[in-house]
Each structure stands twice: as C-alpha cells, then as structure tokens.
C-alpha cells in the first residue's frame, strides 16, 4: 500500500527547504527504504542537478549504492527534501521520479528537472532553448498532483487558485511570475489557514 505524501513527509521529517548549488562534497543525509525503514549516511549530489531527480549516490561505511525512485520513498540532505512522486509526462505515461519539495503545507509545492539526453545542465533563468529546465507542481491536501503552466496560471485558464480570488487576480496582474511561485503558494498556505481558524472546517473546495 503506497504511503500518502503526509506519511512520507513525516518519515523523511526535514521541513526547511533552501536552494540546492552544485557540489560534489558529501553531505550528511539519509534515505527512506519502501519499508519504512532509514539508512543514515552520505549523499554526494551530482554536478549536473537533473540527475538528482532520478538517482541518489548514497555511501554507507565505504560503500557506495545508487537508488533510483522505485527503489525508496526519498532522500534528504543539508535541509532538501526528495520524495518519490508519480509524475505523468507529456504523453500521459507516469513513471516514479524523485521531486524536491519547495515549499510545504495545505498545498505543497515541488520541482522536478527533467534528463535531457546530450544536456548537462538547466537554464535557472528560464531562458528556454535546448536545454532543460525546472518544472513545478503542485499538490493541495488530498488531491492529485498538479503541474503548473505558468501561461495558463496567468491568463486565468487555469483555475487552480480560484479559491482564493484576490491571490489568482493578483497572479493575473503578474505580481508571482515563474520565479515567485513560491512566495504565491506560502501566501496561499497561509490565508488559507487563517480561513480555517476564522471558519472552522474549510468550505471553499
């Protein structure tokens, strides 16, 4: 049985999430077995980040082991979490990828960088060309998944912030461009817990 995104937070238990810079030192960190159960040790990050998406380096007294997301439920280090997702791609076929959670709460949001064949880095300006570049996603308390397109976030096309009408109109004017989605979903998370202590059980879904 497959653990809600809830259980694997609570099994990775890390919450502060900062921006991830290319390394190759070791950092302290653990990843979380299908089992439940945690191994601490190591974890290298790859240079090129998109790698980090779909295989953790993980070192155990001397000895190194690759895991891919079918394998655990994430991996933590230095504060970043990853957890295993089900990610849908464009042709609709879903493979397990590992996703870093950026910012968490009633709605979580999370990146994903894809592996491109040939292309050793993304564009963190979002230039995009032939290159890959980070993707995010959202996931709001017991629902599916999300991917965000940011065109038809801004347009109004998509409706997922509908909700709260003065933050989708202020997404709308440009005020949270791609860049500060991030600051959007902390402000979503936090009206809308004021919402709940000022109206008791959510009624606006």
Avoid: W
Avoid at 146 to 161: A, E, N, S, V, W
């Amino acid at each position: 049985m497959l653990k809600s995104l809830n259980e694997k937070i609570v099994a990775i238990s890390i919450f502060l999430i900062v921006t991830i810079t290319g390394s190759a030192q070791d950092f302290s960190g653990y990843v979380v077995l299908n089992s439940g159960d945690t191994l601490f040790g190591l974890i290298k990050p790859y240079d090129n980040e998109a790698v980090m998406y779909h295989e953790v380096r993980f070192f155990k007294d001397g000895e190194k082991t690759k895991f891919e997301p079918n394998e655990i439920l994430g991996y933590t280090f230095e504060n970043h979490i990853f957890l295993t997702m089900d990610r849908e791609d464009d042709f609709g076929i879903k493979r397990k990828v590992f996703m870093r959670i950026l910012e968490q709460g009633y709605c979580t949001l999370f990146t994903y960088v894809p592996q491109i064949k040939g292309i050793d880095i993304y564009d963190p300006t979002f230039n995009s060309g032939k290159i890959n570049t980070p993707q995010y996603y959202l996931q709001r308390t017991g629902e599916d998944l999300h991917r965000i397109d940011f065109k038809k976030l801004r347009t109004g096309q998509d409706p997922y912030f509908v909700d709260n009408p003065q933050l989708a109109y202020d997404i709308q004017r440009g005020k949270y461009k791609r860049l500060g989605i991030e600051g959007a979903v902390r402000r979503y998370n936090k009206e809308h817990t004021i919402y709940e202590k000022e109206n008791g059980n959510d009624q606006r879904n």
